[in-house]
């Protein structure tokens, strides 16, 4: 089985490469120090309880939107023989629930534009990361949401 980077870490310590994490950690049996004040339990707990009280709802002119934007993806996915992924009614489901709960977070009953868009970048940003990376080898099933072995991995430059 490939050792790999649990995906929590990335989230706390995003500047740092899974490699150089590892060896601080191992070596003083402790988590480094945060870049940041994370936020008290009991403000994400009250805050998640307000963001669920709101039910976004999608507006006439955005089913039309996200309508032509799934029709596009499934061409795209049919014509385009490189990146080989499948999109389907599941996919169309995933960008309505992020982009309602993307409107929750803002703590609106209306899904705006800016929901849909930022879960269609969630959504690619998904392929992407878990296509693999040429060089690294492996059967290339793309399977998995490693971008390889995880040892030594950097931190790709992004986030």
Known sequence: ?????????RLVF?????ARLFRYVHSHNDFPPLEYEPLEKAFVRNYITVAKRYQPVISEDLVEYITGVYINM??????????????????????????SALARLRFSNNVDQ????????????SKVRGRPR????????????GSGNGIGDGDGGEG
């Open 1 to 9: 089985m490939a050792v790999g980077c649990d995906p929590r870490l």
């Open 14 to 18: 995003p500047s740092r490469p899974p």
């Open 74 to 99: 499934r061409e795209e996915a049919q014509t385009d023989t490189e990146i080989m992924t499948f999109v389907s009614i599941r996919t169309l489901l995933g960008i309505l629930r992020l982009a």
């Open 114 to 125: 800016v929901d849909v868009d930022e879960a269609l970048r969630l959504i690619h940003m």
């Open 134 to 145: 040429p060089g690294l080898g492996g059967s290339g099933s793309g399977s998995g949401s």
